[in-house]
């Protein structure tokens, strides 16, 4: 028996039971009120096995839940079925919003966390233009150098980057898992900053202002479908105008999905300590490790 | 300095960079750099000044200068002056008529890509429209073997991505099963790590190699590691059977990258010494448009005069794969889906003109202006201008990388609706397994629950 054969069977019996309302079947069929006409649905993502006929269906579900991939979703044809298609568009969509939004006044304060600004006015221009994003604002320059605590071992900053949810979503138990990571070790610390359309090079700009040995931004990555709350860590140990890209060391995928935030904290503080013991970070630290 | 009127409105270009830059199709990476044209019409007279360009011209005024970088130097040392003789003289414009022409055959073009530097591949592509490129790739198939032979005709092979956000070892096999069994994987297995210490690379590197060990999988496997950690996992015994690493285009975004000629000189004769397999074609080069200008180390050249020196410079080390991910860095380089077209088109041309066994992998990010529709576009015309190879991505969807690729769905479709085949060896493999018949998948394919 072929499965939609199956399932035409298992759909008569259940409209016998009276599970399914004439309301799910084609309009036509009934002479319907104005209420009858309005369909309401709620529609949220189940993850379960699409493939028809599995060897051992189990084994797909166990699999399926411990990745966040899209697998175990079988196929029509070569192609997705329906409902996983629609999911993944619908992904896209939100993820695509996610870039467009800002972190939230409220949670800068419940942090206490000082809001400087790069050059980036515009999302528009933070988005084309990414020098723009790699500078601090003169303002922003100006308050650092007159207010942040100098010469200290450890400068971090909070970077909105691509994705403020991912901020908003990880930021209350990664920082302070982060400081206190710090502060067991004895490790001298700056005032922590938040720096408005900010990205990973900016860093190096602050750094020069405050003079610290090794900076940290935490950043919120560009969303992906599967997660649009991620945080990236870069590290660098005292930045210069010879900083090459393999010099940062990358912790990325920082989010309950992955890396839980507050695991991430005690993490960074351990790779802080190894970067500052070795004065090096990126491939330079991986080699001499 | 070289002067056009058109229009009745006169265009002056510094230098032959200059009029690369502003013959370009529009690109935003381009915009942010300064470099290029300020109207569609200038466009065009950059376009006709290149067209009369002789190629002698480019040869003696590389973009930038050899004393100056090591991807030039590796370009101009590679190259076969006899066969450059021959063609000196003859204009961009000449260029793209030969290599468009009926008379001239695939054997043709491979002779005389050994005699042309990167700008000049890149000149004539700029020359060409969307069909020119197709029809000009469809002419060229470089070939390349490791494990597998990529590239013959009417085959197409596929990157099965297994990725997982903190590599949790069963995570990565199961979509590593759920690739394979929509035939995926005949290119490589290549998972990307987001721990890239050694260890857990080399922890990876053997789950993959085992795995393939177990099911006899003809293929290769591959954990895209700094290559400087996976030399050293491989000088403690891991097991691998190709190398990769990113390359840009000018030798100041490679230092960047941390990867320069020596290191890549080391990795190739270690993976000879101690790579698992069969070779000769034993790394895997990453490239794409925008990652100069990202870096801020373009140098005031275009992006795709870049990412044809970084064929260049690629072609160097006989790669078995050279992957192009234009799209994958965002809108400040590559605005949205026609752009990300166009770079897929223009670089794949250019790919193989050098001679690369080129795989394209059309991508978005989800900050650009581009969606599912744009990146199917963009896979099914490469793969009618016969890209060798693209990546599978479960659901078309990485979460690691947070971006989308091909999915192990469009890889079964991109070879169905062409008629095209996996590679010899895998093809045999997925018959055994029952997962494929005549070409096509069978029932039992798409269920990553048959690995048991």
Redesign the interface.
């Known amino acids: 028996m072929d499965i939609q054969t199956i399932v035409k069977q298992v759909m008569e019996e259940l409209q016998k039971e009276g599970q399914i309302k004439s309301g799910d079947k084609p309009a036509n069929d009934a002479v319907h009120t104005k209420e009858s006409s309005v369909r309401t649905i709620i529609y949220e993502k189940v993850k379960q096995s699409g493939v028809d006929l599995p060897a051992d269906l189990q084994e797909i579900e166990k699999v399926q839940a411990i990745t966040p991939a899209r697998i175990g979703i079988g196929r029509t044809g070569t192609r997705m079925k329906t409902r996983n298609y629609l999911d993944f568009r619908i992904d896209h969509a939100a993820a695509q919003d996610a870039v467009f939004k800002d972190v939230s006044e409220k949670l800068l304060n419940e942090l206490k966390l000082p809001v400087l600004h790069s050059k980036a006015e515009t999302m528009d221009q933070y988005l084309m233009d990414l020098d723009s994003g790699r500078k601090l604002h003169d303002s922003s320059r100006q308050w650092a150098e007159e207010n942040l605590p100098k010469n200290k071992e450890v400068q971090i900053i909070v970077s909105d980057g691509l994705s403020s949810t991912g901020v908003e979503a990880n930021i209350r138990d990664l920082l302070p898992a982060l400081v206190q990571g710090l502060q067991s070790k004895s490790i001298s610390l700056g005032e922590p900053v938040f720096i408005k359309r900010s990205r990973v090079w900016i860093q190096d700009d602050l750094a020069s202002i405050v003079n610290c040995d090794c900076v940290i931004s935490l950043i919120g990555e560009r969303p992906g479908l599967a997660t649009a709350k991620s945080i990236s860590a870069y590290l660098i140990y005292q930045p210069n105008e010879d900083t090459v890209e393999a010099d940062r060391t990358v912790i990325s995928n920082i989010h309950e999905g992955g890396v839980p935030p507050v695991e991430a904290g005690a993490h960074l503080a351990d790779l802080i300590e190894d970067i500052l013991k070795h004065k090096a970070s990126g491939v330079k630290l991986s080699q001499l490790k | 300095m070289y002067t056009c009127t058109l229009k009745n409105q006169t265009y002056q270009f510094r230098s032959i960079a200059d009029v690369l830059a502003k013959a370009s199709e529009e690109k ?1 990476g381009d ?2 750099a300064g470099i290029s044209a300020g109207s569609s019409i200038e466009r065009m007279a950059a376009k006709v000044v290149l067209s009369e360009i002789k190629l002698k011209e480019i040869y003696e005024n590389p973009v930038i200068p050899y004393e100056k970088d090591e991807v030039t130097r590796i370009i101009y040392d590679d190259l076969n002056l006899f066969i450059y003789k021959e063609i000196a003289n003859w204009s961009v414009g000449e260029l793209r008529d030969y290599i468009l022409s009926h008379q001239t055959r695939t054997s043709d073009l491979f002779r005389i890509s050994k005699g042309l530097t990167s700008e000049m591949i890149s000149a004539a592509a700029k020359l060409m429209s969307s069909i020119d490129l197709v029809m000009a790739s469809q002419k060229i198939r470089p070939t390349a073997h490791c494990n597998t032979t990529i590239g013959e005709a009417g085959r197409l092979a596929f990157r099965c991505q ?5 590599d ?1 070892p ?3 096999l ?2 590593m099963k ?1 690739g394979l069994s ?1 035939g995926s994987g005949d290119a490589v297995i290549g998972v990307n790590p ?1 721990n ?3 260890e857990s690379v080399s922890r990876i590197l053997h789950m993959t190699h085992d795995f393939i060990q177990k099911w006899e999988i003809p293929t290769q496997n591959c954990v895209l590691a ?1 290559i ?2 996976q030399m050293q996992a491989l000088k403690k015994g891991a097991p691998i059977a190709l190398m990769f690493q990113s390359l840009a285009g000018t030798q100041a975004a490679n ?5 320069s000629k020596e290191m890549l000189d080391e990795a190739f004769q270690l993976m000879a010494k101690h790579g698992t397999s069969t070779g000769p074609n034993q790394l895997y080069f990453e490239t794409g448009q925008g990652s100069e200008v ?3 180390a373009h140098l005031g050249i275009d992006m795709q005069t870049l990412e044809a020196r970084t064929y260049g410079y690629a072609r160097h080390w006989k790669p078995f794969m050279v992957n192009n991910v234009s799209g994958f860095i ?3 380089t590559i ?1 949205d889906g026609k752009q990300v077209i166009r770079a897929d088109l223009e670089d794949l041309f250019m790919g193989k003109m050098h001679g690369l066994p080129m795989g394209i992998a059309p991508t978005y ?3 650009m202006q581009a ?2 529709n744009d990146q199917e576009i963009a896979g099914m015309l490469t793969a009618l201008a016969g890209a060798n190879f693209y990546m599978g991505v ?11 690729d091909t ?1 192990y ?1 469009d890889d ?2 991109l070879r ?1 609706m062409l008629g095209l085949r996996p590679l010899r060896e895998f093809e045999i493999w997925l018959e055994n397994m029952g997962i494929m018949e005549n070409g096509r ?1 069978t ?8 690995f ?1």
């Open positions: 935003s915009k942010m297994p990725n997982h956000p903190i949790h069963d995570g990565i199961a979509s759920e929509y987001n890239d210490s050694v700094h400087t950690t230092e960047d990258f941390g990867v990202s870096l801020d965002g809108p400040e605005y990010t989800n900050h969606d599912q479960p659901g078309g969807d990485d979460v690691m990388l947070s971006y989308q999915s769905h079964a479709s169905e998948l029932e039992r394919a798409g269920d990553l629950s048959i048991k």
